[in-house]
């Protein structure tokens, strides 16, 4: 008896206050005017904010309204809008705009990298559930800068001139924000670039007139590498695109520098080179002896080290190719990125860090494979051969 009490008690306080105050007040007036610059031409990487604002207008009851920037082509009605910005806080008269923004609107519009192109703006009030667009809108003028729109997270390799002849993407390794690395072989014909592999995919290409990346149809002529690999690196913050022909890669032991494979047979001088397969793909067979001589003993004296690292020659320099971070001898259940490989080309021989042989592998023949192609990153895989 005394719940229902409690809650006749409630009840007549809610219906009491919904007296009060009565049903909601949706309605509002329209800004009386809108502001933009006449036109914009937009830099690239610029940090500069385009201001969009209002006068005038708001709710009946001085409380607060939603607002939104529509943009649309010229002669457009804004009931399909090619973007759409909600106001800064909501519900300030204003919206201030990045040139990348703006730049992306530009190309929706239909302008090409450096083109100018028309387009309207307007804004729309909202209320609970009611809504208005400020009409006719206003005219805003806006040069594309040559640049991209935005930096991609992620680069795909495109064109005749690909292992796969153009018949899907190749990804690249993003090394840090902006640069891009590939290990692959190349052909006769061209290359392009896209940041994804669906149909809405946009095309990149290097124009080599201006030194600067472009949205577009544009493409790179290329000539063979016979049987190298090449090393292709896209440099998106500097605008600079480098070819590199891997002739060499060899594995080395830490402790003495000798390739893998070296014995007192050969002058501890063994080639042992990988050689390049496809899709990104370097293989070795060797017998990864561990007992070495070290130079600097005695004859006869022998250490056992199982600590190794990649050496790849690119145009003729030497990359020492190592691990991110220090660790023991991997076991069955180690993860994957224990064997990330590093290709920056730094290098302190003091102070890197490498890989450790698994004692399973001692004196047995083994295939060393170094994947530079696998989901954007690098890492190699050791197992045995028999």
């Known amino acids: 008896m005394k719940k229902i009490a409690i809650f006749l ?28 610059p006449e036109e914009v031409t937009l830099v690239s990487g610029s940090t500069k904010k385009v201001l969009f604002s209002w006068e005038g207008g708001g709710a009946d009851d001085g409380m607060y309204v939603q607002y939104e920037v529509l943009f649309d082509k010229k002669g457009g009605d804004f009931s399909s809008p090619l973007y759409t910005q ?6 300030v008269k204003r919206v201030t705009m990045q040139h990348a ?29 009611k809504s208005e667009l400020y009409k006719p809108g206003k005219e805003i003028k806006i040069t594309r800068y040559n640049g991209l729109s935005e930096m991609p997270e992620k680069l795909y390799l495109y064109g005749s001139a690909t292992e796969n002849g153009g018949q899907g993407g190749r990804i690249f390794g993003k090394r840090e924000e902006g640069v891009f690395v590939i290990y692959t072989k190349l052909t006769d014909g061209e290359i392009y670039l896209k940041d994804g592999t669906n149909e809405t995919a946009t095309q990149i290409y290097f124009n080599n007139v201006q030194n600067i990346y472009q949205e577009g149809e544009g493409s790179i002529q290329v000539t063979s590498t016979d049987e190298y690999a090449t090393r292709i690196i896209v440099d998106l913050n500097n605008n600079s695109l480098s070819f590199g022909t891997v002739t060499e890669l060899r594995a080395i032991w830490r402790d003495t520098d000798q390739v893998f494979g070296a014995d007192e047979s050969n002058g501890y001088n ?7 397969t496809e899709g990104g793909v370097f293989t070795l067979t060797v017998t990864p002896n561990f007992i070495h001589r070290n130079p600097w003993w005695g004859a006869g004296e022998y250490h056992d080290d199982g600590r190794y690292y990649f050496v790849a020659k690119v145009n003729g320099t030497e990359y020492h190719w190592r691990n991110n971070e220090q660790a023991n001898a991997p076991t069955n259940s180690t993860p994957l990125s224990y064997f990330l490989i590093n290709d920056k080309e730094l290098w302190n021989y003091y102070r890197d860090v490498f890989w450790m042989m698994r004692d399973v592998f001692r004196d047995k ?12 990153k690098m890492y190699h895989s050791i197992e045995l051969a028999e």
């Open 9 to 36: 008690f409630i009840t007549s306080i809610l219906c009491s206050c919904a007296e009060d105050y009565g049903e909601l007040n949706i309605n509002f007036s329209l800004p009386d005017e809108i502001f933009s």
């Open 86 to 91: 909600v106001g800064d806080l909501g519900g």
């Open 101 to 129: 923004q703006l730049n992306n609107i530009a190309k929706l519009a239909g302008a090409k990298p450096g083109e100018t192109v028309g387009v309207i703006w307007t804004v729309r009030t909202s209320k609970g559930d």
């Open 270 to 276: 063994a080639p042992s080179p990988f050689y390049y």
């Open 365 to 376: 023949l083994c295939h060393i494979n170094i994947f530079a192609g696998e989901d954007g």
